[in-house]
């Protein structure tokens, strides 16, 4: 056997993406804590908290506000696409003269 043979699995693994979330497999309501660490793991991080200024339909039924699941993606989803696509990297100012290296 060569040494070279276990390359391909010396390779580390990597951490699959979450999938999409399946509305239909999902409870339909969900508490402030179980829908921020369901959208954290799907969409985004975001705070229990947070989530009492979202703009959402609710029921309070024994003193828990749930959420509809459908209304949560929807939110996310919305969220995720009206936030602004930045560029990073440095940027290069004209006004500072470059470097001499001598």
Do not use: C
Not at 1 to 13: E, F, G, K
Request: charged fraction near 25%; aromatic fraction near 4%.
């Amino acid at each position: 056997m060569n040494p070279t043979d276990n390359v391909a699995s010396a390779a580390p693994s990597r951490t699959p993406a979450p999938q999409e979330p399946d509305p239909a497999a999902l409870p339909a309501l969900l508490d402030r804590r179980r829908a921020a660490a369901f959208l954290t793991r799907h969409y985004f991080p975001v705070s229990h908290r947070s989530l009492e200024a979202w703009p959402l339909p609710l029921r309070h039924v024994n003193g828990r506000a749930l959420y509809q699941t459908t209304d949560l993606i929807a939110e996310a989803e919305r969220r995720i696409a009206a936030a602004p696509v930045l560029m990073g990297g440095r940027r290069k100012n004209a006004a500072t003269p470059a470097r001499d290296s001598t």
